[in-house]
């Protein structure tokens, strides 16, 4: 790949993969870190980048990884300042309160397992098919298609404990419009 299919490809899907990246990272700068290092992935890899709309879900794979790293990352540095501030503090130090609740299915969203949240998001955000998820996430159809089933059971369980009798209809109607072959019962 050239410099100029690589300059389209990055025209191309910057804003989706940042768009991506706000979604799951608590600030702006961490995106904007996750978006850095994936390009700069791809343009040490630009050999490997498919042609045409598969250059967007491969560009979302790694992404995907990315973020899986950062976070892993992010975990291991919070980890290191805790036991930092439980030696400095002697174990006294008080926790601190918890930041305002949000939305009751924002909440239950936020409390899903990470493997969830992350296949839910990429059929309501990103707008991604089974398939689509299936070459993201390097795994087959089928996979994606079990996980995506129990994943939208979990989270309708998870919503039901929380008091929400169902999804709002936006969120039931993005899941359903784009894997119609989903029943509506999963979502609820």
């Known amino acids: 790949m050239g410099e100029d299919e690589f300059t389209a490809v990055y025209t191309a899907t910057y804003r989706p993969l940042l768009g991506y990246a706000l979604r799951r990272c608590d600030t702006p700068e961490d995106a904007a870190d996750v978006v850095a290092e994936t390009f700069a992935i791809a343009w040490r890899r630009a050999a490997d980048i498919p042609a045409g709309d598969q250059a967007r879900l491969w560009l979302y794979g790694v992404a995907h990884r990315v973020l899986a790293n950062h976070r892993r990352g992010a975990r291991r540095d919070?980890?290191?300042?805790?036991?930092?501030?439980?030696?400095?503090?002697?174990?006294?130090?008080?926790?601190?309160?918890?930041?305002?609740?949000?939305?009751?299915?924002?909440?239950?969203?936020r409390a899903l397992p990470d493997r969830d949240r992350e296949l839910l998001a990429l059929v309501a955000w990103e707008g991604l098919s089974n398939t689509e998820i299936a070459t993201v996430l390097g795994c087959s159809r089928n996979a994606v298609s079990i996980r995506l089933h129990r994943a939208r059971r979990r989270f309708a369980r998870a919503l039901r404990s929380a008091g929400v009798d169902a999804p709002p209809d936006v969120v039931r109607d993005r899941v359903a419009v784009r894997n119609p072959v989903s029943s509506r019962s999963d979502l609820t």
Do not use: K, M, Q, S
Request: net charge negative; charged share 20%.
């Open 78 to 109: 919070t980890i290191r300042v805790a036991a930092l501030r439980d030696e400095l503090a002697a174990g006294t130090a008080p926790r601190p309160a918890p930041g305002p609740d949000g939305p009751a299915v924002a909440e239950v969203f």
